[in-house]
Nanobody
Framework: QVQLVESGGGLVQPGGSLRLSCAAS????????KAWYRQAPGKERELVAR???????TYADSVRGRFTISRDNAKNTVYLQMNSLKPEDTAVYYC????????WGQGTQVTVSS
């Protein structure tokens, strides 16, 4: 059974940082691409960052230069380092593993507010 468990969300002031983690089990992690999506209230889910199996990384324009996606295949974990956070980054953040499969985590809330 495949499980993706996100952690690291919380409340942070504007300009602050958070590091999200997504730990996977039940799959051979290195075979697949990984991504982070987010969904703000009343909005559609959007791609934040993705790293392909071949290590090609892409970012949404809104987070480029502030967020960094990374992975540790030995730990079956993908990370999202978020710096210089803004109120508009407030959302539920979801981990996604993709390839010939498509799995989602349960989401972790990130709130940026003073």
């Amino acid at each position: 059974q495949v499980q993706l468990v996100e952690s690291g969300g919380g409340l942070v002031q504007p300009g602050g940082s958070l590091r999200l983690s997504c730990a996977a089990s039940g799959i051979i992690f290195s075979l697949y691409g990984k991504a982070w999506y987010r969904q703000a209230p009343g909005k559609e889910r959007e791609l934040v960052a993705r790293i392909s199996r071949g290590s090609i990384i892409t970012y949404a324009d809104s987070v480029r230069g502030r967020f960094t996606i990374s992975r540790d295949n030995a730990k079956n974990t993908v990370y999202l380092q978020m710096n210089s956070l803004k109120p508009e980054d407030t959302a539920v953040y979801y981990c996604n593993v993709f390839g010939d499969i498509n799995y989602w985590g349960q989401g972790t809330q990130v709130t940026v507010s003073s």
